[in-house]
């Protein structure tokens, strides 16, 4: 198997393990998910850090939400839209902020640690506001504000609403999540003046 295919399916195979169980898991755990010996993972891997680091950039790596952001039908009605949108997103912060956790429970690496979020995370968050952008753009006509800034909006919300802080009964379903995103969260002025 080439280098970089092998990489790949590690990865593929240990990131659902280390979004279940964490941190404790341990290299043998992901040798044997991934159907390989454990010395393997250390000729792909200096370390267990550096496969979990990878694990982290390859869940934010844009290019499969864009790809799923791009099949949404162009011409379903914006709330249609949005709450595909809104599951495509939400899925995928749950695993990245798994991982984010399961990162920041290993024990601090000074050579590793940079403040702010690292280059390739911001230039991802980037990549997916254009693609929602797109969808936005196609609405533009019934937005207060401008399709990249209401792309923003709606990624701040749907992590908000989906943050592992919140007890899963806090959380906003997707469904509340676009409905607040279009709606407000007061009822329509001739309600509350009746």
Do not use: C
Not at 132 to 158: G, N
């Amino acid at each position: 198997m080439e280098p970089e295919d092998r990489r790949r399916a590690i990865l593929e195979a240990v990131i659902p393990l280390l979004v279940a169980r964490g941190a404790t898991l341990t290299t043998r755990e992901m040798a044997e998910a991934a159907g390989i010996a454990e010395g393997t993972i250390f000729r792909v891997f200096p370390d267990k850090t550096a496969l979990i680091r990878e694990a982290v950039k390859t869940s934010v790596d844009p290019i499969p939400v864009q790809a799923e952001l791009s099949q949404i039908y162009a011409d379903a009605p914006l709330e249609v839209q949005l709450t595909e949108a809104a599951r495509i997103l939400t899925e995928r912060f749950e695993t990245t902020i798994a991982l984010i956790g399961v990162l920041a429970a290993l024990p601090h690496d000074p050579t590793h640690h940079t403040p702010g979020p690292p280059k390739f995370v911001a230039e991802a968050n980037a990549a997916i506001n254009e693609s929602l952008a797109v969808i936005f753009e196609r609405h533009s006509d019934q937005l207060r504000l401008k399709p990249a800034r209401a792309a923003t909006a709606f990624r701040a919300l749907l992590l908000a609403a989906s943050h592992p802080t919140l007890a899963v009964t806090e959380r906003l379903t997707i469904d509340e999540a676009v409905a607040v995103l279009l709606d407000g969260i007061t009822e329509p002025n001739e309600a509350r003046v009746g």
